[in-house]
């Protein structure tokens, strides 16, 4: 079997595999899988509304998987991505409110800003990481609970007690009439080229300067590297600045496109937290991470229509969600499955040639 | 072995092509059951993230419109009645477009956290119907605000709280501080002060609507203190403070511990054996709302651009029955004074005094 039958067949193989049990799943709970994956579907791409909604949705995720897997490819798990996105999220809505400039400017510099308080949130567990070894894991980890608190409380303060903070102006925002209008009214915003943009600029970094070789070789091996004249602990901050900064920008993808304004959060936007689904869907290439993002996004999306078309419970429909995204992620297993069918009748083959 | 893969191959490709040629059908289907009930007043609505059943006003406003479609023979589903969750605040817009592509005929958005979305839609899809509840939204001929006088049934279950208890204490627990929450700490305390200026009451917010756990802590701590009665103003928040009371009435049957429950009858919820920890509940008639709001919707009254405030006098807010956990001679006294509210004797503060 060539291995090029092989990458296209795996995808399409683990994807099935996943509908089939979901389908399992929704006719043992006595749901229409049909209907459920039509549902699906519509929800998708069923108009330009959903297409609409749909690509809003995937633009956070690809910053999110970005911030990720760019942690990842410098030797660090940053689990702190759903911290800097929120405040990243909350420097753009203050910017957006709080400042008056010539439109354009005004979105360029509340994105700006939301990406600095991304990435001074990571500086604090990469600093830590650089000069005391504490793991990155924990810290942000526990990064993350702090930004939930510190923004709520900071909503507060900026709207009087309030639940959430003025609209930011119109100069700033990147949500578009014309967009709008094109999609039946959907909240498709001008951030998926900024999403584009980032991911090149993920890969420009990455492949193509010194800077970038020099936070993959950090990766790969502190004490080579070191041996070798780099220097360890600002590469390390470095990496968690960068990754912080793109998850910043996945905020301000929020607070600028889809809401204008940020509320109080009871709990996390779990954004962050599906970034790393993502970023390891995506292989930790950027590209990759587009397309993660792209399954996680509409999948996502999808999703909410089945209650309404399909009478299918959200419960029902989460599940049946991450299961698709289980057997895509675990198409290593198909390949092993593959590549042991094809062993036994390359010997199968061999045996009877003997005879 | 070959044979295998191609019988792989062939159930891929069938199985894509079904879900591809089933896509096909589905528009011709929806096209069908949106003409079928012209007739009809539909009704339909979202929820804000606590969930359809949340035993609060989710769940209270789709009781009313279910109510609704009882009495005008309306089943779930398209051209009738419905409604959507939101997991996430995200969804709120995109639920709300979804019901109007349905062609819902007015559809209730519950919760403040709702408003600007409504807003947002309405603006866009003015010939929908939308009606908020507990929230304002002004100005848009198209939105119905419902709103309740808390702050009156709260009144009552201070004044309830102030002859009942033992300790001469007692606590309230907020959600998130907010003007709808300020009605009911300003009714509670206003109530308390009115029957009995020597109770005390606790007061404490808890940050959240979610939390069980922190109201766990908090009524806890009200409890130690010497508080014996506690109000929650904290959807499921309160949750924690109901585990609490039933904990400690579990390990002592004689127990003074009690607690008010907020926006429906959450008596069912405070059962410990054949005892009950609920004294009362304050109820915002969400249901009532609905259906009423419905109707008006039906007979071509749709209060369009307006805001209906449900008070004591209409039966929009109260007190839930006792169940006897209230003496008869309370009972009387919180009777009184609904009369003078009702009358405009009394009035009742909307934010708490300092």
Redesign the interface.
């Known amino acids: 079997m060539s291995s090029r039958f092989n990458a296209i067949m795996i995808p399409i193989i683990s994807i099935i595999l996943g509908l089939i049990v979901g389908a399992i799943v929704m006719a043992s709970t006595g749901f229409n899988p049909v209907d459920g994956y039509l549902a699906l579907w519509e929800g998708i791409f069923g108009d330009t509304y959903n297409i609409g909604e749909t690509v809003r949705t995937i633009i956070p995720y690809v910053f999110a998987g970005l911030a990720v897997a760019f942690a990842f490819r410098t030797g660090m798990f940053n689990i702190g991505v759903e911290g800097q996105l929120i405040m990243g999220w909350l420097a753009a809505a203050y910017v957006g409110y709080a400042f008056n400039l010539p439109t354009g400017l005004h979105a360029v510099v509340a994105i700006l800003a939301a990406a600095v308080a991304g990435g001074l949130w990571a500086f604090i567990p990469g600093l830590l990481k650089a000069k005391l070894q504490v793991h990155e894991v924990i810290v942000t980890i526990m990064m993350n609970y702090i930004a939930l608190h510190v923004v709520n409380a900071a909503i507060s303060a900026m709207s009087n007690g309030g639940e959430k903070t003025p609209d930011i102006h119109d100069s700033a925002r990147i949500s578009s009439e014309f967009l709008s209008s094109i999609t039946q009214y959907s909240r498709l915003h001008w951030g998926f080229i900024v999403a584009i943009l980032a991911v090149i600029i993920m890969w420009f970094i990455l492949e193509k300067t010194k800077t970038g070789y020099e936070l993959k070789a950090v990766g790969f091996n502190k004490n080579a590297s070191e041996y070798a004249g780099m220097n360890v602990s600002r590469n390390i901050i470095m990496a968690m600045v960068i990754s912080g900064a793109f998850a910043g920008l996945g905020g301000a993808m929020e607070a600028l496109g889809t809401f204008g304004n940020i509320s109080r959060m009871t709990a996390f936007t779990g954004i962050g937290f599906d970034g790393i689904a993502v970023a390891l869907l995506g292989a930790n290439q950027p590209f990759g991470v587009l397309l993660g993002a792209i399954l996680f996004g509409g999948l996502k999306n999808g999703g909410t229509n089945m209650p309404s078309a399909a009478g299918i419970p959200d419960e029902i429909v989460t599940i049946v969600i991450a299961l698709i995204i289980f057997f895509v992620a675990s198409g290593y297993i198909i390949q092993l499955a593959l590549s042991k069918i094809a062993k036994n009748k390359a010997a199968k083959k061999t045996v009877k040639e003997e005879k | ?2 044979k ?2 191609l019988g ?2 062939l ?2 490709v069938l ?2 092509s079904t ?1 591809l040629a ?2 096909g059908s ?1 528009d011709a289907k929806k096209g069908d059951t949106k003409k079928e009930d012209k007739d009809n007043f539909t009704v339909a609505m979202v929820t804000d ?1 606590g969930g359809i059943d949340d035993k609060s006003f989710n769940q209270s406003t789709w009781d009313g419109i279910q109510e609704y479609g009882k009495e005008n023979g309306l089943t779930k ?1 398209d051209g009738g009645i ?1 409604y ?2 939101s ?5 709120f ?3 709300l ?3 109007v ?2 062609d819902f005929d007015l559809i209730f958005a519950v919760g ?2 709702l408003h ?1 979305s409504v807003s947002q ?1 309405a603006k ?2 003015k010939d929908s119907k939308f009606a908020i509840i507990d929230e304002i939204v002004e100005g848009q001929d198209n939105v119905a605000s419902i709103m309740f006088k808390a702050n009156e049934a709260s009144f009552l279950a201070g004044v309830a709280a102030a002859l009942q208890t033992k300790t001469d204490k007692v606590g309230f627990i907020g959600g ?3 003007e709808v929450i300020d009605g009911f700490q300003a009714g509670f305390e206003a109530g308390v002060k009115a029957a009995n200026p020597k109770v005390k009451v606790d007061v404490q917010y808890a ?5 069980a756990a922190k109201g766990q802590t908090i009524a806890k701590r009200m409890y130690d203190s010497g508080a014996d009665i506690i109000f929650h103003a904290a959807g499921g928040t309160g949750t924690g403070l109901f585990t609490e009371a039933k904990e400690r009435k579990k390990k002592d049957p004689n127990a003074d511990v009690w607690a008010i429950g907020v926006d429906r009858d959450q008596y069912d919820e405070g059962k410990v054996g054949d005892k009950n920890i609920v004294l009362t509940s304050v109820l915002k008639r969400v249901d009532i709302a609905a259906k009423d709001v419905s109707n008006l919707g039906k007979d071509g009254k749709f209060p369009g651009g307006k805001t209906i405030t449900y008070g004591l006098k209409d039966d929009g807010v109260g007190l839930a029955d006792s169940h006897g956990a209230i003496t008869s001679k309370t009972q009387k006294k919180i009777d009184e004074y609904k009369e003078k509210i009702i009358k405009g004797e009394i009035t009742v503060p909307e934010k708490p005094g300092k």
Do not use: H, P, W
Not at chain 2, 207 to 211: E, K, L, R, Y
């Open positions: 072995m070959k295998r893969n792989l191959a159930t891929a199985a894509s879900l089933a896509c589905d993230t589903g419905d959507l969750q997991n996430q605040d995200s969804e817009t995109t639920n477009q979804k019901l592509r349905r403040y956290k600007d839609v866009q899809q998130i501080k907010s940050g959240s609507f979610g939390d």
